[in-house]
């Protein structure tokens, strides 16, 4: 069966500090992969989307950063974060582009 | 362009009654359609999805949901509102496309609330 993770779970990080958060994926293969974040448990925001290893695409400019550096695995990232980044963030993967996205359970990132 | 409208933020019903969260789409070409239900500090779940076919979709949980295109809608229904229903729901378009990849789009989300 498929299955994904992300961790952590939850992150509280001082402004400047820098960010990974990383998510992998069970169970299928060069599946299409997504970060969103979501604001205040409301709409979601693509960040970036990956159709395979090193193709990623941007969305929303913005300091953070995301790479795939290998087939189900997803990272997000950012040199100095922002209070402004502070969110819900969800990663996601599809077994192809015209499936239902399915979606791991989340890291909630408090930037102070 | 793609875009989903869920024209309510908020619904409420009480527990046994009928319930409809309201989605439209505009896509340049035929759609398919999602629903997913998100609870609380948890990623969204999948529900279920319009490809082609039957225009009555069912799903998981006892959802329900019309594809209509004539008026361009994709209402989620449930003939009897469990308190355990209450969640967030977003609705998600793609269009079809012989070629290139094409992105989802997800609505604002409507939260419903059932009330016991």
């Known amino acids: 069966s498929q299955t994904i993770h992300q961790w952590p779970a939850t992150l509280v990080q001082p402004v400047g500090s820098p960010l990974s958060l990383e998510c992998t994926v069970e169970g299928t293969s060069n599946p299409n992969l997504y970060w969103y974040r979501q604001a205040a448990g409301r709409g979601l925001q693509l960040l970036f989307y990956?159709?395979?290893?090193?193709?990623i695409s941007s969305e929303v400019p913005q300091n953070l950063s995301a790479s795939r550096p290998q087939d189900r695995q997803f990272i997000l990232s950012s040199k100095k974060l922002l209070l402004s980044d502070s969110g819900f963030y969800l990663c996601?993967?599809?077994?192809?582009?015209?499936?239902?996205?399915?979606f791991g359970p989340g890291t909630r990132l408090t930037v102070l | 362009a793609q875009s989903v409208a869920q024209p309510e933020d908020q619904v409420n019903v009480a527990e046994g009654n009928p319930l409809t969260v309201k989605c439209t789409y505009s896509v340049s070409g035929n759609p398919y359609l999602f629903w997913y239900v998100q609870y609380p500090n948890r990623g969204l779940q999948f529900l279920l999805k319009y490809i082609t076919g039957d225009n009555l979709v069912k799903g998981s949980y006892g959802f329900e949901a019309e594809f209509n295109k004539s008026q361009t809608s994709f209402h989620l229904k449930k003939p009897s509102a469990l308190v355990s229903d209450s969640a967030l729901y977003f609705c998600a378009v793609r269009v079809m496309n012989s070629g290139g990849y094409q992105k989802v789009t997800f609505g604002t989300g409507t939260k419903l609330q059932v009330i016991p």
């Open positions: 996601a993967f599809e077994r192809d582009t015209y499936n239902e996205q399915f």
């Open positions: 990956s159709v395979g290893i090193g193709q």
